[in-house]
């Protein structure tokens, strides 16, 4: 797939708060606008997005009713005629992408400057909107952003990418309309404290400096994108039975993942099947050795109440000798 234009997207906050839509009580972004940040055509950037289908699930991506259609027309001046402009000439109601499609969307586009601008982004969302959350009482949206890319990301790799992606800024934008924290509602209970559901675990896992060793029998994809808050070479387990469930991890997921986060040294082993619960080991076999018990997979975390607790140092025993017995069972074959 050829990318029709090159040239740095300019999206001004007035632009960015037009192409962000309430449809279904969730904010979206249209397929046809979103193919021109991009710099695709729009029928392309479908067929990109129809090739790996079995990643966008009706909660990552849907499509417009013709009532959907005209109330968004009438309503909010969106221009959906067919026959002119670039994302116009069509013969189809608009797919709407939600936020948690516009990450996996980052995952699957393809060519030189899709690629470029999906691996930044992919990881500029994530820290924006984990920070954000985590830290809207005590800093400024004009140290926000700097912030936030240098934690996640090299001087090199910023210097590589900046000539031919949107402004930090306008991106900034992007997750500041999506972010609404008064409505936000993927929160869970971490040691009683209510806490947004992917903060909790990329607390957990930034306080690894050796080791995490995760027991729990539903993995997907937000399971993997959870670990990358990992420091670098931290040796990374995922002891799973893999049951079959719509987010299931498959073999496509995992290489792309590998594929896409090299440094990453993920191994995967059966947990088989003893285990009802969820469990996370920090820093296994160290003075720094911690486990926590979680009421849900961490894929699905946030979705419904749940919470996450810290093993009192007088159960430590007991939760050791559990992963030391999983350390020599089988690869997990995928």
């Known amino acids: 797939m050829a990318e029709q234009n090159k040239e740095i997207v300019v999206i001004d906050e007035t632009t960015i708060k037009s192409k962000i839509y309430y449809i279904r009580n969730q904010k979206?972004?249209?397929?046809?606008?979103?193919?021109?940040?991009?710099?695709?055509?729009?029928?392309?950037?479908?067929?990109q997005v129809k090739r790996n289908n079995e990643k966008f699930d009706d909660d990552f991506m849907f499509q417009l009713t013709d009532e959907e259609v005209y109330e968004l027309s009438r309503?909010?001046?969106?221009?959906?005629?067919?026959?002119?402009?670039?994302?116009?000439?069509?013969?189809?109601?608009?797919?709407?992408?939600?936020?948690?499609?516009?990450?996996m969307l980052m995952t699957v586009l393809r060519g030189e400057l899709a690629v470029k601008q999906s691996k930044a982004l992919i990881r500029m969302f994530k820290q924006m909107k984990d920070?954000?959350?985590?830290?809207?009482?005590?800093?400024?949206?004009?140290?926000?952003?700097?912030?936030?890319?240098?934690?996640?990301?090299?001087?090199?790799?910023?210097?590589?990418?900046?000539?031919?992606?949107a402004t930090?800024?306008?991106?900034?934008?992007?997750m500041d309309n999506f972010i609404d924290p008064e409505t936000y509602k993927h929160f869970l209970l971490m040691n009683g404290d209510k806490i947004e559901a992917d903060v909790a675990y990329t607390k957990i896992y930034k306080s690894a400096k050796k080791s995490i060793y995760v027991i729990d029998n539903y993995v997907g994809l937000k399971t993997l994108e959870l670990l990358r808050a990992a420091r670098d070479k931290t040796q990374i387990i995922v002891f799973s039975d893999n049951v079959k469930n719509k987010d299931m991890l498959t073999k496509?997921?995992?290489?792309?993942?590998?594929?896409?986060?090299?440094?990453?040294?993920?191994?995967?082993?059966?947990?088989g099947k003893k285990y009802h619960d969820r469990y996370i080991a920090i820093d296994y076999g160290t003075e720094n050795e911690a486990f926590y018990l979680c009421?849900?997979?961490?894929?699905?975390?946030?979705?419904?109440?749940?919470s996450i607790t810290k093993i009192e140092?007088?159960?430590?025993?007991?939760?050791?000798?559990?992963?030391?017995?999983?350390?020599?069972?089988k690869d997990l074959k995928i």
């Not at 221009?79 to 189809?92: C, F, V």
């Not at 009482?137 to 996640?152: C, G, H, Y």
């Not at 910023?158 to 031919?164: G, H």
């Not at 930090?168 to 992007?174: A, H, I, S």
């Open 252 to 271: 496509n997921i995992l290489d792309d993942f590998r594929k896409d986060y090299p440094n990453i040294d993920l191994k995967l082993k059966i947990a």
């Open 168 to 174: 930090k800024e306008d991106f900034k934008k992007v």
């Open 28 to 47: 979206v972004m249209l397929d046809f606008e979103l193919a021109e940040i991009y710099g695709y055509e729009t029928r392309a950037f479908n067929q």
């Open 75 to 103: 309503s909010q001046n969106v221009t959906l005629k067919r026959g002119t402009g670039r994302g116009s000439n069509i013969k189809y109601n608009p797919y709407a992408f939600t936020e948690q499609g516009i990450y």
């Open 295 to 306: 009421g849900a997979s961490s894929k699905d975390a946030g979705n419904k109440i749940s």
């Open 131 to 165: 920070f954000i959350v985590e830290n809207q009482d005590f800093i400024s949206s004009k140290e926000l952003v700097p912030i936030a890319i240098q934690t996640n990301q090299n001087t090199k790799d910023i210097a590589e990418i900046k000539s031919q992606m």
């Open 313 to 329: 140092e007088s159960s430590k025993d007991m939760y050791h000798d559990m992963f030391s017995k999983m350390l020599n069972n």
